[in-house]
C-alpha cells in the first residue's frame, strides 16, 4: 500500500512555470506506475500525465503535450510534474495516482486503473 502527498501548487501567471510534487509513503514505490491528472470546477477528472515504474516511458494528453514533464526519482519516492507555459484552462486541483505493477513500461491513462490517489494540490493559472 502507498499513500501520496501532493505539493507545489499555486497562483500564477498565464505563460509562467509551476512543478509539482508528489511524495510516497513505503518502500516499494519503484514498483508503481504513476500519473498525474486534474480536475476542473464542474468538469470530470481527466487525465495529464503517466510515467512508467522505471521512468523510461512517459505518455500525455494532447492538451498538455510540450508543456508538461512528467519525471520520477525513485530514490526520493517522489514524482514530478513541471508544468511550463501555462494556461488559464490549466487550471485545476491536480492529483497525483499510483498502481502497482509488475511490468516496468506500463503506462496508464485511465482513472478506474489506478487504485491509490493523494488528496490534490490547486493550481490556478491568472490571465
Known amino acids: 500500500q502507498v499513500q501520496l502527498v501532493e505539493s507545489g501548487g499555486g497562483l500564477v501567471q498565464a505563460g509562467g512555470s509551476l512543478r509539482l510534487s508528489c511524495a510516497a509513503s513505503?518502500?516499494?514505490?519503484?514498483?508503481?506506475?504513476m500519473g498525474w491528472f486534474r480536475q476542473a470546477p464542474g468538469k470530470e477528472r481527466e487525465f495529464v500525465a503517466t510515467?512508467?515504474?522505471?521512468?523510461?516511458?512517459?505518455y500525455y494528453a494532447d492538451s498538455v503535450k510540450g508543456r508538461f514533464t512528467i519525471s520520477r526519482d525513485n530514490a526520493k519516492r517522489t514524482v514530478y510534474l513541471q508544468m511550463n507555459s501555462l494556461k488559464p484552462e490549466d487550471t485545476a486541483v491536480y492529483y497525483c495516482?499510483?498502481?502497482?505493477?509488475?511490468?516496468?513500461?506500463?503506462?496508464?491513462?485511465?482513472?478506474?486503473?489506478?487504485?491509490?490517489w493523494g488528496q490534490g494540490t490547486q493550481v490556478t493559472v491568472s490571465s
Open positions: 495516482a499510483a498502481q502497482f505493477t509488475i511490468n516496468t513500461l506500463l503506462v496508464l491513462t485511465t482513472i478506474n486503473t489506478y487504485d491509490y
Open positions: 513505503g518502500r516499494t514505490f519503484s514498483s508503481y506506475a
Open positions: 510515467i512508467s515504474r522505471s521512468g523510461s516511458r512517459t
